[in-house]
Every structure is written in structure tokens, then in C-alpha cells.
């Protein structure tokens, strides 16, 4: 059997959301569409909220954390996990662009997921994902595998099994910037497709799982885990640069480009 046939064996889509139930059927799952729904999980806080998702949302699976911020939802999905190829998307993606501008349709976007674990199992690395930002000018055609880049959140999967099992936070928020340093520690690489971006409102949507927690908490997490990655990545991995935006302090953080 090829790659692709075992990954389609053994694949699920989870959805992490929080209070809503309504950008979720108008955004993610609405350019999940062309994707079998029975794939897919869509993964809530507590009994009240499956409530809620349910009155709205039909035909797909719901599961119930009983968590709230982000990473310890992640946690519970790497944990929960029966799969050996799971991928994490957010609620509130509005498109997927390629690096020509085109929106990639619910069919595409499953290839790109099959080629991420294919790309994946060539390179001996257990994580992939697309670009955090939807700007073409930005996007270029190429992926990398043997560099430290930012998986962002809102779209990345991974390979857990025997030789890869999963790695959790120990971070409520910030997790991708954890998973994404710690993966590349462990495997030597990530996957990262540079031409292929999400569309999304970072922290502006009302609601979600970014109501659960202030600036300033975010900012201390931020700090705590750029601490242990200075430690754990090797001399000159990692330039960090503070700067002002409003009354808030931004961490600007780089990854060097290779080992």
C-alpha cells in the first residue's frame, strides 16, 4: 500500500473551538467542504458548550476536553488521539491561498494534507504546516524540511506512533511556538510548505479561546518559554527583539534558518 493510502486509513481532522459554534460553520468547515465529515472532530470545553455546537452543527463528531486554553486543549487532542496522522486546524480560517492568490478548495486542502505527511515520512520528521500569513507576495512555491520554522497553529499536523510519540506542552498558550522548537529538537526538522498560507483575524474574532486570558498573561508564557528554547537550542538558533505596540510589549522572535 502507498503512503497516502495508510495516511487516509489512519487520519483525523480536530477542530479546537470555543464559544463559536456560528464562525465555525461559516469559516473552517465551510472550507473543510469536499472533506468526508466523518474525519472530522470539532473538540469543546465542557458538556455546556457540546450544547451549544450542537444545535448549530450536524453530522460531525464532537468531543468534550474539559479544558479551556489552547494548549491543554492541544494536549487533550494529542492524548485522545487514536490515529496515527492528526492534523489541528482553528475555527475561524476563512480562506487558504496558495502562492498565485488562489483559494484552495476542501479537496485541496486534503492533498496538502496527505502530501505534509507524505513529505513528512520522506524526510524522517513528524510535523508539517502552511504559513500563518495569506499575503502571495510573501508565499513562495517551495517547502522546507531541515530548518527551524514557526509551525503556526492554526493549520499543523503530526505523525504520532511507536518512533514519534507525542509531544505535549507544559504552556497554556503559545503552544505552537513550543511544539514547533521541541519537534525540530527531537526529529532534526519539520516540514513546511512556504507557498501556502491561512486567512485568518488572529485574536480578533469575539470569543474563542483567546477571551480566556489577557496580554499581559501572555506575554509572561512568552517569556518562560523563550527562556528554556534559549537553553535547549543550540548558540544563535533563536534573536529575540522587543518592541512597543500600543501600550503592550511584542516579542519579535527569528529562528536562524538551518542547524
Do not use: W
Not at 77 to 82: D, F, L, T, V
Not at 150 to 162: D, P, S, T
Amino acid at each position: 500500500m502507498s503512503d497516502s493510502g495508510k495516511i487516509e486509513q489512519n487520519l483525523r481532522i480536530f477542530i479546537p473551538s470555543l464559544n463559536r459554534p456560528q464562525a465555525l460553520l461559516k469559516k473552517t468547515l465551510k472550507l473543510l467542504e469536499g472533506i468526508d465529515k466523518s474525519l472530522i472532530t470539532i473538540v469543546v470545553s465542557n458538556q455546556e458548550q457540546l450544547e451549544l455546537y450542537d444545535k448549530m452543527i450536524k453530522g460531525y463528531t464532537f468531543a468534550i476536553s474539559n479544558t479551556s486554553s489552547i494548549g491543554e486543549k492541544r494536549n487533550y487532542i494529542k492524548h485522545r488521539a487514536e490515529e496515527e496522522y492528526i492534523v489541528m486546524i482553528d475555527d475561524d480560517i476563512t480562506r487558504i491561498l496558495d502562492c498565485d492568490g488562489i483559494s484552495l478548495s476542501g479537496e485541496r486542502i486534503y492533498q496538502v494534507i496527505l502530501k505534509g505527511f507524505e513529505k513528512c515520512i520522506d524526510t524522517k520528521t513528524s510535523m508539517f504546516g502552511i504559513c500563518g500569513y495569506a499575503n502571495p507576495f510573501y508565499l513562495r512555491d517551495h517547502y522546507t524540511s531541515d530548518e527551524l520554522k514557526f509551525i503556526c497553529g492554526n493549520f499543523m499536523g503530526f505523525i504520532q506512533n511507536e518512533k514519534y510519540p507525542p509531544i505535549y506542552s507544559p504552556y497554556s498558550l503559545l503552544e505552537d511556538y513550543y511544539f514547533s522548537c521541541k519537534h525540530f529538537l527531537r526529529d532534526g526538522g519539520l516540514v513546511k510548505f512556504q507557498g501556502l498560507g491561512c486567512e485568518t483575524r488572529f485574536a480578533k474574532n469575539n470569543g474563542g479561546i483567546q477571551s480566556t486570558f489577557s496580554q499581559d498573561e501572555r506575554l509572561a508564557q512568552e517569556y518562560k518559554i523563550i527562556d528554556q528554547m534559549l537553553c535547549e537550542l543550540p548558540d544563535g538558533m533563536i534573536r529575540i527583539y522587543e518592541k512597543a505596540r500600543g501600550k503592550n510589549i511584542q516579542l519579535n522572535r527569528f529562528f536562524k534558518v538551518s542547524h
